[in-house]
């Protein structure tokens, strides 16, 4: 639990590079659409932000930020 927890969201990207979804371990191409975990504050930023693949938040969606 963290004190930016309130403060998370996920927002849409396209892979730039290859990535594995933090949930279901599948690989995340260059090119696909995956879901990054995002801190909506201005100035801040997440080093580590979790990544998801697109059938994840299809079929979690944002509980995916909760689950440990």
């Known amino acids: 639990m963290s004190k930016y927890d309130s403060m998370k969201s996920l927002k849409r990207t ?3 590079a290859d990535h594995v979804c933090n949930s279901c371990g599948t690989a995340i191409g260059k090119g696909d659409i995956y879901y990054r975990e995002y801190i909506t504050d201005r100035f801040l930023h997440s080093l580590h932000s979790k990544r998801f693949c697109e059938a994840c938040f299809v ?10």
């Open 14 to 16: 396209k892979a730039r």
């Open 59 to 68: 079929q979690r969606g944002d509980s995916l930020l909760r689950n440990k």
